[in-house]
């Protein structure tokens, strides 16, 4: 509670003086603040450009917070207190569930190893278009956290009556459903070879069903910290791996278990490093 009181000090106090002087840094805050203008004024994000369909789906295009009683400061607050906790708890266990692959499956390390030589090479500084061109290396992250699930389900509230395709059953408006994710990720149907460890799955030649992949959710309910969860992990594997290889240590299981109460694996990723 401690922590979450001086974070949203933090971001109050922030928010007011940016009221007041009219000041811009192009941060997250200035993010938010933008985004309730729109809705204040009922701006269309029809002809928005969106990075990929995941951004797409998750715009908020049919949200009108003039409609709801939300307070503008709790919205801001809730939203970034959201991505930084989101972000650095999916980041520390999505990092451990990669090291784990990167022991696991030692030539695909060498393959995440060669893109990041190709891109980055001898720079000594690691930029947001290197980071982005990383390609392999996401679908490594997206594969280790298919295969190494965090949540064992979404919670979501039906928004409106919905007669499940082939049967009678209606899930009424209101109604709190229970998605498991496990299932769908590792449903053949969705994946090339969904039961394999392929990064291979994620291209998009391969047909992927990217509503399957479901470690940070879908739609506008989806995680708020998955792009920062995700640049993060990147910046973690290219400062690791550019100086040391991941061995498998003598202990380490084969595959993780999850506690889904804490949300954290059992036991340890037990590896060792070895300099290149």
């Known amino acids: 509670k401690k922590a979450v009181a001086f974070f949203a000090d933090i971001i109050k106090k922030t928010y007011h003086t940016r009221l007041q002087t009219k000041e811009r840094r192009n941060d997250f805050i200035d993010l938010i603040v933008d985004e309730l203008k729109k809705s204040k004024t009922k701006e269309s994000n029809t002809e928005a450009n969106f990075e990929d369909e995941f951004e797409q789906k998750a715009a908020m295009t049919d949200v009108d917070l003039t409609d709801t009683h939300f307070d ?25 569930a990669c090291i784990h692959k990167l022991a696991l499956y030692p030539d695909l390390q060498d393959k995440v190893y060669k893109e990041m030589e190709k891109v980055i090479g001898g720079d000594d500084k690691i930029t947001f278009d290197h980071l982005s061109r990383l390609k392999y290396m996401e679908m490594f992250i997206n594969e280790s956290l298919r295969h190494s699930p965090l949540l064992p389900s979404l919670d979501r509230e039906c928004t409106k009556n919905y007669k499940v395709p082939g049967t009678n059953f209606v899930i009424e408006k209101g109604m709190m459903v229970s998605i498991h994710t496990a299932a769908i990720e590792t449903a053949e149907a969705n994946f090339m070879d969904a039961g394999a460890f392929q990064p291979e799955n994620f291209l998009a030649q391969n047909s992927p069903n990217k509503f399957a992949f479901l470690s940070f959710g879908q739609g506008p309910r989806n995680c708020i910290g998955m792009r920062y969860a995700i640049l993060t992990m990147k910046v973690g594997l290219v400062s690791m791996l550019r100086g040391h290889k991941v061995i498998k240590g003598a202990d380490m299981p084969e595959k993780l278990v999850v506690d889904r109460i804490k949300r954290t694996f059992v036991g340890n990723v037990a590896v060792t490093f070895e300099r290149r």
């Open 72 to 96: 503008e400061e709790i919205v801001l607050m809730s939203n970034i207190l959201l991505l930084f906790f989101a972000g650095f708890d999916t980041t520390s266990t999505g990092l451990g």
